[in-house]
């Protein structure tokens, strides 16, 4: 028996009676390892877990191991605001050994609850708040760049916080990634409107493109801006990324582009009124591309685990949104937000053309009904060969 299964056999008992007697004094205690080097996983599976011992009818307490990276330090201390949650450094990992001994252990934080998939978290109230000075020192940064009292925030993703950050699980990511170029339009039509356009990320991989934006990334970013920025946007845009969960934290709505592998369980992950685009699929065997049914069935055939790229190996080609696609989203967005009734009548259409895919998940029409997450109407009105299921 090596010294470290010593001291974890030494100690489980008295970490059992411990709380157990703290369980007796009508305080549940549990533990679990957080891992919050992950944007996602530090909002996502919070709060899901949160929501749960809410539920519960009685006083808990939980105890996260944290990693070694903290992705947003801010958020931490946000989260914190709960007194029902603490959070330990990552020193602390052998308690959380001495808990999972027992898998079972109802000390334990459940990691099927605390990532459930789907669940309806994000249509519950807000249980956090932006602290006042956050949303000062960001709203005063923007009105050096812009009169415009309202903005929405821009997000492409990359390999470029992975790789500084040396977060390398072993999983390929590459087919999430998308250029941030392909905002240039939709950029400028929001300034149109009197919005700020306002970019968002702590590691870019190009930093400076050749049209207007507020430009909190890379050398600009820090932690609190992010909260300020995403915390209090009309909407965030962005694709297949952890960043999403900071709109879902603070309920703002979320415009999820570039979407793959285009997953119905995932979206009930992301806020009310948000909308979605998938990438387009080309299939190499048949020389086609793909309905959305059938990128649908070939996102249920994805594993995160596979070792390699799935998509590529099995002959299929990723083509990411187009600048136009994007730009017409976005107004599109904008619009709901703003005029909810009078995308009605075009969503009845959509939900007509979409009776076979509802037929096969009728989960996506649950997302629909409970969350009002939709696809995009103008992507697929541009891309009428997605609904064609003949």
Not at 139 to 153: D, E, F, I, M, N
Not at 180 to 201: D, N, T, W, Y
């Amino acid at each position: 028996m090596t010294y470290k299964n010593f001291i974890k056999f030494v100690l489980h008992y008295p970490v059992q009676v411990i709380f157990s007697a703290c369980k007796f004094l009508g305080i549940k205690i549990f533990v679990g390892r957080l891992y919050t080097s992950r944007i996602g996983h530090l909002c996502f599976n919070a709060e899901n877990w949160i929501a749960h011992t809410e539920c519960l009818g009685a006083r808990t307490l939980t105890l996260f191991i944290t990693d070694k990276t903290i992705a947003n330090t801010e958020l931490i201390k946000i989260l914190k605001s709960k007194k029902s949650l603490r959070f330990l450094s990552h020193r602390w990992c052998f308690l959380y050994s001495i808990i999972a001994k027992n898998p079972k252990s109802e000390y334990l934080v459940d990691w099927n609850i605390a990532h459930r998939e789907p669940n309806l978290v994000s249509k519950q109230s807000k249980r956090f708040n932006i602290p006042v000075a956050t949303v000062d020192l960001f709203q005063k940064l923007k009105a050096r760049y812009s009169t415009a009292s309202h903005h929405v925030c821009f997000h492409n993703r990359d390999n470029a916080y992975l790789e500084k950050s040396k977060l390398i699980d072993g999983n390929f990511h590459d087919y999430r990634n998308f250029h941030f170029s392909s905002f240039k339009a939709a950029c400028q039509s929001i300034s149109e409107l009197g919005l700020c356009a306002v970019r968002v990320g702590k590691v870019v991989e190009v930093s400076h493109h050749n049209f207007s934006y507020l430009d909190l990334s890379g050398n600009n970013h820090s932690d609190d801006l992010d909260i300020g920025a995403i915390g209090t946007a009309e909407f965030l845009v962005t694709g297949n990324t952890g960043l999403s969960q900071i709109a879902r934290l603070f309920r703002r709505p979320v415009l999820a582009l570039n979407y793959a592998p285009f997953r119905v369980s995932e979206f009930f992950a992301l806020s009310e009124n948000s909308l979605l685009i998938p990438k387009k699929v080309y299939d190499k065997k048949s020389s086609k591309l793909l309905n959305l049914l059938e990128i649908m069935k070939l996102a249920d055939m994805f594993n995160i685990h596979y070792s390699g790229d799935f998509f590529s190996d099995n002959n299929y080609h990723l083509i990411e949104n187009t600048e136009t696609e994007i730009q017409e989203s976005v107004m599109e967005m904008h619009s709901r937000l703003k005029n909810s009734e009078i995308e009605a009548e075009q969503d009845s259409f959509i939900d007509s053309k979409l009776l076979t895919v509802y037929a096969v998940y009728p989960e996506l029409k649950r997302l629909a009904n409970e969350l009002n997450i939709r696809i995009s109407t103008a992507f697929l009105t541009r891309n009428p060969y997605l609904l064609c299921f003949n």
